[in-house]
Antibody, heavy 117, light 107 residues
Framework: EVQLVESGGGLVQPGESLRLSCEASGFTFSSYYMGWVRQAPGKGLEWVADIKDDGGAIFYVDSVKGRFTNSRDNAKNSLYLQMKSLRVEDTAVYYC??????????WGQGTLVTVSS | DIQLTQSPSFLSASVGDRVTITCRASQDISSYLAWYQQKPGKAPNFLIYSASTLQSGVPSRFSGSGSGTEFTLTISSLQPEDFATYYCQQVDSYPITFGPGTKVDIK
């Protein structure tokens, strides 16, 4: 059974940093692209980033470029999102998801990031 | 960036109704479109990919069609568990984008 478990969310002040983690199990992690999708409170889904299976290519939405870093450790079956210079508008539930050519087929339960002073 | 619009934004329907949601892309995305269902407080559920391929385990009352710039999600006979918000997503090119969502509510 595919499982994705996010952790690392919390309350931070604007300008601070946070690192999210996603632990994967039930599939060959190193064979799949992985991604992050977020959802601000009461809003729709926003794709944030995807990373190639070997980490050789990473894609970001413009609003996080230069502030967020998506990485993975295939030996640990883990995905990470390092977030710096956080803004109030980054407040959202962040989902880790497995990426296939047709979309994001499996999702974690999400972790809430709140950026507020 | 490829923009997606969905119509309607909100839909009120009864159990047993046939429901159709439309997603339009700002440029040709071939068949690189997916549909998701999301219930309050839950992660999205992957329903359809490549515009018309049903994900394993998804009930056959769900179907998708379209290509190019216009796509539809149809629920042939709405069930109580189908009341949710539905999103389309284009995976033709980065940045990946989602539609704004269609909320299906109980009439």
């Amino acid at each position: 059974e595919v499982q994705l478990v996010e952790s690392g969310g919390g309350l931070v002040q604007p300008g601070e940093s946070l690192r999210l983690s996603c632990e994967a199990s039930g599939f060959t992690f190193s064979s799949y692209y992985m991604g992050w999708v977020r959802q601000a409170p009461g809003k729709g889904l926003e794709w944030v980033a995807d990373i190639k299976d070997d980490g050789g290519a990473i894609f970001y939405v413009d609003s996080v470029k230069g502030r967020f870093t998506n990485s993975r450790d295939n030996a640990k079956n883990s995905l990470y999102l390092q977030m710096k210079s956080l803004r109030v508008e980054d407040t959202a539930v962040y989902y880790c998801a497995r990426k296939i050519r047709g979309g994001h087929d499996y999702w974690g339960q999400g972790t809430l990031v709140t950026v507020s002073s | 960036d490829i923009q997606l619009t969905q119509s309607p934004s909100f839909l009120s329907a009864s159990v047993g109704d046939r429901v159709t949601i439309t997603c339009r892309a700002s440029q040709d995305i071939s068949s690189y479109l997916a549909w998701y269902q999301q219930k309050p407080g839950k992660a999205p559920n992957f329903l359809i990919y490549s515009a018309s391929t049903l994900q394993s385990g998804v009930p056959s009352r769900f179907s998708g069609s379209g290509s190019g710039t216009e796509f539809t999600l149809t629920i042939s006979s709405l069930q109580p568990e189908d009341f949710a918000t539905y999103y389309c997503q284009q995976v033709d090119s980065y940045p990946i984008t989602f539609g704004p969502g269609t909320k299906v509510d109980i009439k």
